[in-house]
């Protein structure tokens, strides 16, 4: 198949733009819940939809008394916490535009970005930002204004705003059309220097408001349960921004936490408590790899294996009933899934607060085995995929027939198509209206309309997507043998001890691989071993553990033809990491830099 379209489920709006939202919920109930934000003493506190409406409106005040002005850009330089939604909120009142910075860029990052976009005005986090943004402060002409939230920025614009009347920011507010920008956001950046894709109030509502109708099970609790989500994604990434809209709009109580780290995350799950998560591939890696750790410290790793090897084959049952292939769970593997559901299951959605029962992934791909677990395990994620130039999700896996191991269907009002080379391309009210300041870049990415994606893939007949690789990612031996490097790397990937692999091969005789390794996971098997901690350069040598890593290879060779196989690889003592440049902030690897970083490593695995 080389087309698929899903028709809108939600009529695109002819007026207005994305903080009308706030006002409406205000008016529809004041006193519902509409998020919540963390005290001091780091307690939950709710924030009603009134509550919210007032703090927008006073923080849009303070705006304008500031000079901030209809269409200027505003960036965001920050992690994830409550006052980024709240200045999103805010900026869009009165018809500004946010430019979300990543809080780890550098300060080149920083100036490219900020002079770029003509910023006029910035947020920061803390010093460190506010040192890194004046560092280039010399070569930022259009800036002229700094806030600090850690030096309390609310505060300071909220009292500055008083004395304006609200009818002012009012006019501001209805002067918004849906064809108005909202928002520039610079893409990570893999193969060059970052580009501002320019989205407008209508791809966000084309995006959100179809996502929210289309998981209506998932958007909208039950009476008495509310609906509610904790967004860890970084909001710098239109994943995290498309989270933050569809929550505002889907009336979706909504938590912010700024850590991605277990040991902080974990506990704020299970007082948050959220029923539905969006996440990328890692989180779910993560919260599996530290639920099989504690089984076998435990001395229960047996036990545990036998019920993540019973989640699956019930969740592939289910998977096969839902398509009409087959009859469900048998009577004995229902008995089994019962019994573990009380030893293991239950335990794993506790971890995650206790009412989660759906979530959904992108960024990356995520191993099919890794899906039917979670799904097995109460817990159904709906892998999707999507560009920043798409305002996120293009695809998703609907509610009630996910097929693990894709991307899923086109979202309603998307259609999308396989060109005769097999890039995907993508149509629909959220695709974006160009590149800021790169009309080469905006022609070659739309194409009549359609975004020419850059990925490969592959539609079935039901319309599912699986991506299969990158167009500027697919390797050519020096025989002439050509491969797409992403699945080989996601099968690696999937042993506990492998953090990253990066395969290679192009215009060389065989394919070979960089590959890095967990912390916590190298931790805990030395432990479980009782091996002394062994320096960085002495763990890649050691011949017990060069044997697991083969083991992961050995494994991900078994799905491709001999040609296409790993023939040998380099365990590296260092992951590959964004302070180095050889990650974009939303952690995909930079093979060009990776590639000169380890180019004596990688000539080594070539010598005869």
């Not at 019930?314 to 009409?324: D, L, P, R, V």
Request: net charge neutral; hydrophobic share 40%; proline share 5%.
């Amino acid at each position: 198949m080389h087309e698929f379209t899903v028709p809108a489920e939600a009529t695109a709006p002819q007026v207005g733009g994305l903080a009308d939202a706030v006002f409406d919920n205000a008016a529809a109930d004041p006193g519902r819940v509409a998020l919540a934000r963390k005290d001091a003493a780091g307690t939950w506190r709710d924030v009603s939809a009134g509550e919210f409406r007032d703090q927008v409106l006073a923080l849009a005040k303070g705006l304008l008394a500031e000079g901030v002005r209809f269409g200027d850009r505003v960036a965001l330089m920050a992690r994830t916490r409550y006052e980024w939604t709240l200045f999103d909120f805010a900026l869009w009142t009165i018809g500004a535009q946010p430019v979300p910075v990543y809080p780890t860029s550098s300060a080149e990052q920083v100036c490219w970005m900020l002079h770029d976009a003509q910023v006029s005005a910035a947020v920061v986090e803390h010093e460190d930002h506010a040192m890194t943004v004046g560092s280039v402060i010399g070569r930022l002409p259009y800036l002229k204004r700094l806030w600090q939230l850690d030096a309390d920025a609310e505060r300071e614009l909220t009292a500055a705003g008083v004395h304006i009347d609200d009818e002012v920011v009012h006019r501001h507010r209805l002067a918004l059309t849906p064809d108005t920008v909202a928002t520039v956001i610079y893409t990570s950046g893999t193969t060059g220097r970052p580009r501002g894709c320019v989205l407008t109030h209508a791809n966000f509502m084309a995006e959100t408001d179809n996502i929210v109708r289309r998981y209506e099970p998932v958007f909208r609790s039950k009476p008495g349960d509310e609906a509610s989500t904790l967004l860890f994604l970084p909001l710098s990434h239109v994943f995290g921004r498309m989270v933050e809209v569809a929550a505002i709009r889907g009336r979706v109580r909504l938590g912010h936490q700024p850590q991605l780290s277990s040991a902080v995350l974990l506990p704020d799950l299970a007082s948050f408590r959220p029923s539905f998560v969006l996440a990328v591939p890692y989180i779910f890696e993560k919260i599996f790899a530290s639920a099989r750790r504690k089984a076998e410290l435990a001395g229960k790793l047996g036990p545990f294996d036998k019920a993540v090897e019973a989640a699956v084959r019930y969740a592939e049952a289910t998977e096969h009933k839902a398509f009409g292939t087959g009859p469900g769970p048998g009577t004995a593997l229902r008995m089994q899934h019962q019994m573990f559901d009380k030893l293991v299951y239950g335990k794993l959605r506790a971890a995650m607060g206790g009412r989660c029962r759906h979530a959904m992934s992108g960024g990356s791909a995520m191993e099919r085995r890794l899906g039917l677990f979670f799904d097995g395990a109460g817990i159904r994620v709906f892998e999707g995929y999507g560009l920043t130039e798409s305002t996120a999700a293009a695809t998703a896996n609907p509610p009630e027939q996910t097929r693990f191991g894709t991307v899923g269907r086109p979202v309603p009002g998307t259609t999308v198509h396989i060109a005769d080379d097999g890039e995907v391309w993508l149509h629909g009210g959220q695709i974006f209206h160009g590149y800021l300041n790169n009309p080469q870049a905006t022609a070659e990415s739309l194409r009549q309309g359609w975004l020419a994606t850059g990925d490969i893939g592959t539609l079935d007949e039901d319309g599912y997507l699986t991506i299969t690789g990158r167009k500027k990612e697919v390797l050519v031996t020096s025989s002439g043998k050509t491969l797409s490097p992403a699945a080989l790397e996601e099968r690696v990937r999937a042993h506990a001890l492998v953090s990253q692999c990066l395969v290679l091969g192009n215009d060389r005789p065989y394919v070979s691989a960089l590959i890095t390794l967990d912390p916590e996971a190298v931790a805990h098997w030395l432990t479980v071993r009782e091996k002394p901690g062994p320096s960085p350069a002495e763990l890649v040598r050691d011949a017990d553990l060069e044997a697991e890593i083969r083991r992961a290879v050995v494994a991900a060779n078994t799905q491709v033809s001999q040609a296409e196989s790993i023939r040998t690889f380099r365990i590296l003592a260092a992951q590959f990491s964004e302070e180095h440049g050889l990650l974009t902030p939303s952690l995909k690897l930079k093979r060009r830099a990776i590639e000169e970083a380890y180019s004596a490593e990688i000539d080594a695995l070539y010598r005869a």
